[in-house]
């Protein structure tokens, strides 16, 4: 059974990058798609970016296109979510996620990871 387990947050000054890290266990990410979601506190949960790594498609959100870069590395069977320009509304908790399918949508993603915590100061 496919695990995912998140890294790579922390607190960074707006402006600033990090990078998150989805390791997968169990499985591959080339027999899913897989997605980043985030969460900021009293709202709902939100897509950020998907990627199949099998034929490369992607999806971006609105809000983080040209900022955010989603890649993989299938040797370490590992998602990155590289985060450049990071804004203060950027703050959350983000959520890797594997589902069937390139989504913006949460509730198409049936494995999920534990989050990792993104603050952003100003």
């Known amino acids: 059974e496919l695990q995912l387990v998140e890294s790579g947050g922390g607190l960074v000054q707006a402006g600033g990058s990090l990078r998150l890290s989805c390791a997968a266990s169990?499985?591959?990410?080339?027999?899913?798609?897989v997605g980043w979601f985030r969460q900021a506190p009293g709202k709902e949960r939100e897509g950020v970016s998907c990627?199949?790594?099998?034929?490369?498609?992607?999806y971006y959100a609105e809000s983080v296109k040209g900022r955010f870069t989603i890649s993989s590395d299938n040797a370490k069977n590992t998602v990155y979510l590289q985060m450049n320009s990071l804004k203060p509304e950027d703050t959350a908790v983000y959520y890797c996620?594997?589902?069937?399918?390139?989504?913006?949508?949460?509730?198409?993603?049936?494995?999920w990871g534990q989050g990792t915590q993104v603050t952003v100061s100003s």
């Open positions: 996620a594997a589902g069937p399918l390139v989504s913006p949508f949460p509730g198409d993603f049936g494995i």
């Open positions: 169990g499985s591959t990410f080339a027999d899913y798609p």
């Open positions: 990627l199949n790594v099998n034929d490369g498609s992607t």
